[in-house]
């Protein structure tokens, strides 16, 4: 049996997170940088910014996965753990639906983004 740390799990959890956060914020960086260094319209921009939330998006799952195996190597707990490991779970389910929606966001934006904020 594999030692079980709860410390590595919150540390999978919080750089999950992190990459949740970042697809959320980075293509609006992305997009704005794009407009003013190259002079790009906003309805190019558009498109490039949803490939990168697609990209992030699947960056995050990448790492939900690897900290539900990280759970999933959990020992039997007594009730206090238990509760504790409860929590973990949750938190790992809240940020993979996350993932999944912006990964689905990205595919729209990516694809039609031209078409449904061009001029």
Known sequence: MTDFSFTELDKGIRISLFCFVSSLVLPGVICELSKWYFGIDFADSIGRS????????????????????????????????????????????????????IVCIGTLIWGYGDLIFGR
């Open 50 to 101: 949803g490939s990168v939330m697609v990209l992030l998006g699947v960056l995050t799952e990448y790492r939900v996965f690897k900290v539900r195996a990280l759970y999933e190597e959990r020992p039997i707990m007594d009730e206090e753990s238990g509760a504790r490991a409860g929590v973990c779970l949750m938190s790992i389910n809240i940020i993979h639906f996350g993932a999944l929606t």
